[in-house]
């Protein structure tokens, strides 16, 4: 556990390699960018040792001689330019420390060159300063100047009231080389930084080696991390084409969910192929369904998975047909994008496959997709043979198991107390008795006169009495909603011209609206 935890910190240390070396290869790489490889250089030696403590046979390289390049060379915190200076260290480049030296050291010299003119003339109020302008320059007084001998190469450069100002041969020299030290600093760690980055691109394909062990290790402790903090399980793999998991959870919505999670079982033994699942909206049949296929896939990818325990068989493909998505550019419907997707299961689905279908048939009439339903379903029992859930509001398909012995009826149970219905989130054997559309239409906070409406129509069709239904009243179907009221508000907001009120009229107005309320 501790190795874990220790990895999984140095881990969070490295930064995105495939990233970077995509910016080393596009040439658009920066100093910042280069101390974040360096970084996640730094803890692959502590990385390796710690896979060769666990035994797991990875070959790491730690790109040692780069990392220690990266070390002597970039500074710690450099600019997002690279082309402004202060990226390269002190002690890299003999030629860049000089030219730091002569530009640190400006201060220093004029100080120095100062006393050591004052010695040298005799003139002890002489000063060298420097302006934008002119440059560096010697400063006498009008008193002094007779005391300033042509013997010592003095060029004057600037007559001012009290004050002649002068060079001499000594300081244009250093003023030169002052005055040029930045720039040339500037030049010289760009070609140094692009000789690093040069060495780096030749390196390139080993560190995208190491970024693909490093994710593989990482893709690792985040499974062992989630197996531990969330209760999963190891699973057992079978030959017989049988799943039985005990108390299977969705581990996205469980993570994610403000509500107790409520797990189930899916057992499909030999001799069943398709689970026929009816219930209630939002009562978790999709969920059912997408629970399976994500244990699968996380069993097969070596993961612990989200249950109690679980026996799953190989799986080859999976196949869903889950949602309502349209392709109008190209001129498809829904209804005709889930019979392609339909269509592409049954025809590439094997035996040893897993299919999903939730809803199919909705986008047409009734009767088409019902149809529809019942034929997909019949030609997966008797052609496939497959592993399939297949959920639905059509009870008419519930009838099935008892043509076909691999066809299994579940339903999502809920508890019904009145006009209210409570989602129990438990998947049961047998069919569901309805689909509970109305009560999951007043959650919804529908009228309550078109619920009571949409109740008579629906005891209707269950007595199997024709469309044109009358109510106890005698009266039509399109007489049943109460006349609308006369809104007496909404009357007199329309006979008001914002535009044309004056400010009093205006405090009239609002005043009679408030009455009419």
């Not at 519930?398 to 209210?420: P, R, S």
Request: aromatic content about 8%; glycine content about 4%.
């Amino acid at each position: 556990f501790m190795q874990k935890d220790e990895i999984r910190d140095l881990l969070f240390q490295v930064y995105d390699l495939e990233r970077l070396c995509a910016k080393v290869i596009c040439g658009n790489l920066n100093a910042r960018d280069l101390l974040q490889i360096k970084n996640s250089l730094s803890v692959l030696p502590r990385i390796k040792d710690i896979l060769r403590e666990l035994n797991l046979e990875y070959t790491l390289n730690t790109h040692d001689e780069l990392f220690d390049l990266l070390d002597r060379s970039i500074y710690e915190n450099p600019p997002i330019s690279v082309k402004e200076g202060f990226l390269i260290k002190d002690g890299y480049n003999h030629e860049l420390d000089e030219l730091k030296s002569i530009r640190s050291g400006g201060k220093v010299f004029i100080a120095e060159f100062e006393a050591k003119l004052k010695e040298t003339t005799g003139i002890k109020n002489l000063k060298v300063g420097f302006n934008r302008v002119f440059g560096y320059y010697i400063e006498v007084s009008k008193g002094q100047v007779e005391n300033v001998s042509e013997a010592w190469g003095w060029e004057r450069r600037q007559t001012l009231t009290n004050y002649e100002r002068y060079i001499s041969p000594e300081l244009k020299e250093k003023e030169a080389l002052i005055l040029n030290a930045e720039e040339k600093i500037f030049e010289l760690e760009y070609e140094l930084f692009n000789q690093i980055r040069d060495r780096v691109k030749d390196e390139i394909l080993e560190i995208k080696k190491t970024a693909d062990v490093i994710s593989e290790i990482d893709a690792l402790i985040s499974l062992a991390v989630c197996s531990e903090e969330y209760n999963f399980v190891k699973p057992t793999l079978n030959t017989d084409n049988k799943i039985e998991i005990i108390e299977g959870r969705h581990p996205v919505i469980e993570k994610v969910s403000k509500e107790a999670y409520v797990p189930n079982d899916i057992i499909m033994d030999e001799a069943t192929d398709v689970l026929l699942i009816t219930g209630p909206n939002m009562s978790g049949k999709s969920t059912y369904m997408r629970e399976l296929a994500i244990i699968i896939i996380m069993a097969q990818m070596g993961s612990y998975v989200p249950a109690k325990s679980a026996n799953l068989p190989i799986i080859d493909k999976i196949f869903t047909r889950i949602g309502a998505s349209d392709d109008l550019v190209s001129g498809e419907s829904t209804f005709m994008v889930e019979m392609k997707e339909a269509q592409n299961a049954l025809v590439h689905a094997t035996k040893d496959s897993l299919i999903l279908f939730d809803e199919l048939g909705r986008g047409t009439a009734t009767y088409d997709g019902m149809s529809l339903a019942e034929a997909i379903l019949e030609y997966v029992a008797k052609n496939i043979k497959c592993k399939t859930l297949f959920s639905t509001h059509y009870h008419e398909l519930t009838q099935l198991d008892q043509e076909f012995l691999n066809v299994k009826n579940v339903h999502v149970a809920a508890k019904e107390e009145g006009n209210m219905i409570t989602f129990l989130h438990k998947v049961q054997n047998g069919p569901a008795d309805k689909s509970y559309g109305i009560h999951v239409a007043r959650l919804a906070k529908m009228p309550e006169e078109l619920l009571d409406r949409a109740q008579n129509i629906l005891d209707g069709y269950e007595k199997g009495e024709e469309k044109k239904i009358k109510d106890s009243d005698n009266r039509q179907l399109s007489m049943v909603f109460d006349e609308p009221k006369e809104d007496k508000l909404r009357e007199k907001l329309k006979t008001i011209d914002p535009l044309h009120v004056t400010p009093m009229e205006a405090m009239n107005l609002l005043f009679e609206l408030k009455e009419l309320e």
